[in-house]
Structure formats: C-alpha cells, structure tokens
C-alpha cells in the first residue's frame, strides 16, 4: 500500500472536482494500493489551509464553492502562506511512511509559465512528487524539472496539459516502447475550434466566442485561444517532451485567428475545405520547429471533422506510420481524470523503483 | 537481463518481418534489459528447424523466401513435429535461466480460431509465455486462455489481434485506470474499407477488391472480409478483453458488404454520407452485444473520413467520454511492431512480479 499525502496548490475547479473524483473511487484506489488523504488546498481567493492529520477535501470544495475562507479549516496556522512556502513547510515535515504529492493546478500566466513553474520546481527541491494538469512547466522549462526529479528521485507527472486526461504522455510512454516519435500535428485549443466551427454554420467571429464566454467555457479574456497562445504553450509542450526540442511557447511561429472573417470560413467550407487551428511540430535534421497557424484542410483530413470542442493529435511515427488519439466529448471531468491518472502512475512507478530510491 | 528463446509457430510475412525488427532493435531492446535468441521456427511448406544454441533468423527469413526446406538448419532433430509437439517438446527442456516465448502467427481458420487457439493453449499448459498476432484465441477463447495464464503465471500478450501495432489493449490496460469501457464502435477491416473507398471513387465491387487481390492486400479468398468474418472476429476479441463478452465471432450479428452496389454508395456520397462496415460492441444491463454491418455515416464522423486501409476505434467511456485511436498508414511492419512491443511489456510485466512467480 502505497500512502499519500495530497497538497493542492491551486482549489479552481479542475482540482475540486478531482477530489470529488477520489472520493467516488476511494475502494478502487485502494485495491489498486493507493491510500490517500488531502493535508492542505492553497486557494487565490479563499485563503489557505493545512492539516497534517488530514483534511476532509469535499468540505473544503463547498467551503469554497459558498465562498467561504478556508481559514477555519487551517488547523497547522499556515495563514497566509505562498505557494513555494507551503509546500516547503509541508515537505520539511515529510516522513518517509507517505509520499507527499504536490497537485499543482493554479491558474496559468501563459508569457512565463508561472507561477506554476515555481511551485514545481520548488516541490522537486524539497522532496514531494508533482502532477499538474498545468502546462506552464512542460512548456517553458520541461527539460531543467525533468532532470531535478530524476535527481532527486521523485515523480514529475503531466498528463493533463495537453488534451485533458485523453492519454497522450502515457500513451507514448507506456504502449509505444522503441518507437520514434518524429512529428506531430493537431487541433489542441477548444474555444478556437468551437469558434471556428460556429462561424461554419453562420456565425461571425464575436458572436460565438460571446457565446462561449457565456457559457463559461471560454475565458473572459480570450486573447490567450484567439491570438494562439493556448495551442502554442501546447505545441511546446508536446515537442519539448516528445521531440526533445527545449523551446518555450515564444519560439512556436504563431498566427491566431483573429483575422478570419465568417464570409472566408464559409467559402473555405463550400470549396470542401475546413479552417482549423492546426499545431505542427517536426524534427529535421536534428532541430525541432513548431507552429501554430489557421489551416484550410480538405474535409476528409481527421483534423477537419473535430467539431466544437473536440481535439486530435496525430503522432507521425517510423514503426507505425501516422497515427492519432482524438478527444470526442470533453469537460471538467475528463481534466480531473488526467490527474487521477497520474496518481495511479505514481503510485506504479514509485513502488517499481522501491528500494532503489535515494 | 531478461533472456528469452524465441519460438515461432508460423512464419510467414508477419513473423520474418519481425524477425529483422528485432535485429535492427537488438541494441535498443538490450537498453530494455531484454535479451534475445531465437530457437525454433515452424512454418507451413518449409518444415521446422529448432537449436537449442540459437539459430540466426535472418538466415532462416531467407531461406523460406528462397523457397528452401528449413531441414538443413534442424540441429535439433525435430523434423515434422505440429506445433504442439514443437511447443511441447522445447517447454520440456526449458530451464529457469530463460523464458520461453511462443510467437504464435499461423494462417486462422476463422470459423473455429484454429490452430492459432491450440498453440497458445500448450504453450501456456507447458509454461511458456504466449505472443501472438492472431485474432483467434482472444476471439473464440479469451477467458479460457486468460485465466490459464494466470494461473500458470505467464504472459498472454494479443497486441497484434486488432489493428495491427497501433495499442489497443496496451492503451486500456496502461493508460486508463479506473476508466470503464461501456461500448466500442470502430472501422477495423482494411480490406472492405479500401473496396468501399474504391466505389465512391467510380470502381465496381469485383473491379476493386481485385485490386487489393493484384497488390497481395487481399487473400484470394476474399469472403471473410467481404462477408464480415475479419471484422466479427475483431468484435469478439475486443468486446471478450475489454467489455468481458465471453462470446464468439458466431454470436456476433454480421452483415457484409457483399451485397452493395456502386451506384448505392455513390447515391450516399452524394447525399453527403459515407458507407462504411462498422464493428459496434455495447455493454447494457449487464449484458454484451456485438454487431457488424455496413452504415451510412454522416461525411464530418469520425470514422466516415477513414480511407482506404486506415482503421479507427472509438473507446465510449464513464470519465473521458468517447475517444478515438486512429490508424492512418498501415502495412506489414505495423503488425511485426505488435509482435515487439508487446515483447516488451512480457519483459517489463516478468520483471515487476520477479520473485512472486510459481
């Protein structure tokens, strides 16, 4: 039986929505030996709380869903605490009978990939694991966090920064042994691609993107999925774990969408030809480049026909020739599930490697 | 280091493809800490040659594509031995210093899964870990042959059954924990899909399937996948491993495509709406059932945009919703991929249950 102990860095919705995902499925957890407990949720708004005899995690979702402050909860007095200072704090009170699992979830500044970034590389230092459904710290600094967790000897788990839980890291690390992964290309942002086909059916640009705004969907601010930021922070994120490329979002060739007009979608589709969002990364002669720009694409290519907020990856490989995962539903649990997923990687790969650890 | 002898039964294209993978990867697979050699080789016109000090492959590929006897490389003396006598007879003096693997690629009677299904079930009987490409054991005996594995404690490895290399059952057993599969639908024959391809274009029936005939794409014998016996057999071995079916390819309601005209799948095209043989498997009330037919799809699904020989399966799930594996190329280095990864996950799964093993 493999104990841990959960840190949340991060309580959006993504993260309580995991909880309640462990809750449901603590017996299967449990047969697959994984006994956890919740012993602190750093919030934005709410405040943050810790216990090191453990928290009762749904409480604090509806404590923070009714918009209380997590102040009550806060039984070891970390108060105001920053995020790199809980998990330091925690950490320095590890013990080697449970695994501390840092699960980092806050809310993305996608020009540097912080403060996620941070939090990562501060829990790798003190000796926790880390999962994140973030995509901040694959996308600006995959290669210096995958080389301190494999110095110091913990788990760095990711699957939920690209595609939601639809497995993509797993799926090439698991199932695809000495197969070469050479290039790579997708529909990776939703909100674009909901847009995208919006104006298909008749709408303009604004109208949709409003509509998905409404819905809760699309930020607020959609600057991030309109100018490509989203899908190239994606794209960096793919090529610098799977192609080895070492590149930040900055260093994606970037064209949005913003300049599409409902009149050029609609031509595009009555010639037989989809506008997509497409994400491409390649290996060449031993340099990876990457991009992400609007694409017309025949209707019969597989990125064509992903409607709404459906997404695809298509990895081009030597041993399999091309071949492709596609997410066709999506939503909050799909993304809570990425990171159940890698508590049960963890979990497998920890007691692998037991008695070898430092 | 694991080290393993390897045991053909059948050696046809699939199997010597292998063969000079495994070459190519010796290095990359002793990465792996696997170990390889090669001791006996069955086939259907060229006899059987066994060496208990290891017989080079390649040479043995070459010979059988000279269309020489295999005789002058027998060592062994096992001269006309079946396959379970072959099997049988190497299980007798294998010892704890290598695992011996069966490679079980022989041309399937698909109405009784033979004699694919009596190799696996002798070697497991005899202690060897079973691989296989074959359809037909997962199809017609998947509970059986699961369950003695497990209690023999070997390794009942199928990749290869369904969609060649691309993973299918790796992709489920590592990649979703706690995911429940609740229904499968997919393109899985290559064959009647290129002929459905082929009359959209203009071609008659007869005109295309002797194409793919002319190309060594199709057996001459082309009913069973212009009758739906293939993609039943899929069925069954997907709904048997990944909803429990314990059914057969009999109980697998089929219709082919025998039966359609070019005229009726252009009609369709032209209606915007694409004819495709489609394998559906769904779990309700605690009960399976599996059905093959040709469907008009509507042109943006999923599965209408295959063409030619791409397949795609699409997984419909409790947390991730509906998600798609998609084959775009295909061929015969794809299924001899199958055959070396799922080598890999013998060597991988041996390892981790060492030391707990009967």
Chains 1, 2 share one sequence.
Do not use: C
Not at 82 to 93: D, H, N, Y
Request: net charge neutral.
């Amino acid at each position: 039986m493999l104990r841990v102990d959960l840190v949340f860095v991060g309580f959006g919705n993504v993260a309580r929505r995991f909880v309640r995902l462990l809750e449901v499925r603590r017996a299967d957890l449990a047969r697959r030996g994984i006994e956890w407990r919740v012993v602190a949720a750093a919030t934005r708004r709410h405040g943050t709380a810790a216990n090191s005899e453990g928290l009762d995690a749904v409480r604090l979702a509806e404590a923070v869903e009714a918009g209380w402050s997590l102040h009550g909860f806060d039984a070891d007095r970390v108060g105001s605490a920053s995020g790199v200072q809980l998990i330091e704090r925690l950490a320095e009170r590890r013990t080697e009978a449970r695994e501390l699992v840092v699960l980092e979830t806050t809310v993305l500044d996608i020009a540097a990939g912080q403060p996620a970034t941070d939090h990562v590389r501060a829990a790798l230092r003190s000796g926790a694991h880390v999962i994140t459904a973030n995509k901040g710290p694959v996308a600006f600094a995959f290669s210096e966090l995958e080389s301190l967790a494999r110095t110091a000897g913990r788990q760095f788990l990711y699957e939920g920064a690209v595609m939601d839980g639809i497995p993509i890291f797993n799926l090439v690390r698991e199932t695809l042994p000495s197969v070469q992964i050479q290039g790579l290309r997708g529909v990776l942002n939703s909100t674009t691609n909901f847009v995208l086909t919006a104006m298909e059916r008749g709408r303009e640009f604004g109208e949709s993107l409003a509509e998905m705004q409404a819905a809760g969907i699309a930020e607020a601010d959609a600057s991030l999925d309109v100018d490509g930021w989203d899908a190239a922070a994606k794209t960096a994120a793919l090529a610098n774990v799977l192609l080895d490329a070492r590149i930040t979002p900055q260093e994606v060739e970037r064209t949005g969408i913003g300049h599409l007009t409902g009149e050029g979608v609609r031509a595009a589709a009555a010639a037989g030809r989809r506008v997509k969002l497409v994400s491409r990364a390649v290996r060449r002669d031993g340099r990876v480049t990457a991009r992400v720009a609007p694409e017309e694409l025949p209707q019969d290519d597989l990125l064509a026909t992903l409607r709404d907020q459906q997404n695809a990856l298509v990895f081009e490989t030597d041993l399999l020739g091309d071949l492709s995962m596609v997410q066709l539903g999506g939503g909050l649990t799909q993304t809570a599930y990425a990171l159940l997923s890698d508590l049960v990687t963890l979990a497998r790969t920890v007691r692998r490697s037991e008695g070898v650890r430092p």
